[in-house]
């Protein structure tokens, strides 16, 4: 197993500073209350943060209101892309992250910031990469419609079953990084590499799956930190569309896994 620091390193996490990534498509109704909460969580940190908002080509205001409440804010900037969709906004701001540490959260917070202590916890336990997890014990789901949830398990369980079984789930849009083993990561991921591609509306992926089907063959170790997540009524997922392109997307990572392209281990091996 590929590890880093063996031996010591945990003072040096939980001190380690940090990067969040927020990706944003149309975010105008929050995007201001979203920047303002992660601003005065970051405030309250004893480490460094770095706030950065991703504007993935919104056809809002997003970009301008989130520049205008981050103007007063040190180590806070916004990324302006064309609309490439939400893995090609949250790649962007993770390779323009500057942190020890890197995170990503959706726009919507729905997982509250104050579980960053948790998955910081874990790097400084010794994981390479800590997700929220929104199944297991101390886990909670808020609001979300039963047919959600019933699809979000069938998804999982295609995804447990062909690339990274023991990871009971991946989409939770919620993770940390140590910021070596993100860039790492990203250098060998292939999904919604191309920023000439055409992306219509929201698009919901499994780039977070591919990332993980990585890190497993790379051999760093994926903690699941069980958090409380609500539904969002604004949420963007279109459930039949992004089902199919997530669907095909897992499959693109299961054949590319197959053909060698991230790493030496099997598909379906046990590391933790």
């Known amino acids: ?14 001190a380690a500073s940090l990067s969040l990534v927020i990706p944003a498509y149309n975010e105008a109704a929050r995007i201001e209350a979203t920047v303002r909460a992660a601003t005065a969580w970051a405030g309250e940190q004893p480490f460094p943060v770095e706030l950065i908002v991703v504007d993935d080509g919104s056809d809002d205001a997003t970009a301008e209101l989130a520049e205008r409440a981050l103007r007063d804010a040190a180590g806070a900037n916004v990324i302006r892309l064309p609309h490439g969709g939400k893995a090609a906004a949250v790649r962007a701001g993770m390779l323009a992250a500057t942190g020890d540490q890197i995170a990503f959260s959706d726009a919507d917070l729905a ?5 960053l202590a948790q998955l910081r916890a874990a790097l400084a336990g010794g994981c390479e990469i800590a997700i929220g997890s929104r199944e297991g014990a101390g886990a909670r789901r808020l609001g979300e419609p039963i ?6 398990r069938v998804f999982n369980g295609l995804v447990r079953a062909l690339l990274v079984p023991g990871i009971d789930d991946t989409q939770c849009g919620f ?13 060998r991921s292939r999904l919604y590499r191309d920023a000439s591609r055409e992306i219509l509306g929201p698009r919901v992926t499994a780039f977070d799956v591919e990332l993980l089907t990585i890190a497993r063959a790379r051999g760093y170790r994926v903690c699941s930190v069980p958090v409380v997540w609500s539904y969002g009524r604004g949420s963007k997922v279109r459930p039949a569309r992004d089902t199919w392109h997530n669907v095909r997307d897992v499959l693109q990572v299961w054949v590319g896994a197959r053909r060698g392209w991230y790493g030496e281990s099997k598909v379906g091996s046990r590391r933790s």
Not at 111 to 115: M, Q, R
Not at 147 to 152: A, D, K, L, N, T
């Open 111 to 115: 997982t509250p910031l104050s579980y």
């Open 147 to 152: 047919y959600r949830h019933v699809m979000g």
């Open 1 to 14: 197993m590929r590890r880093l620091d063996e031996g010591g390193g945990s003072e040096r996490q939980a």
């Open 175 to 187: 993770k940390l990084f140590r910021a070596e083993v993100a860039r790492d990561l990203l250098e």
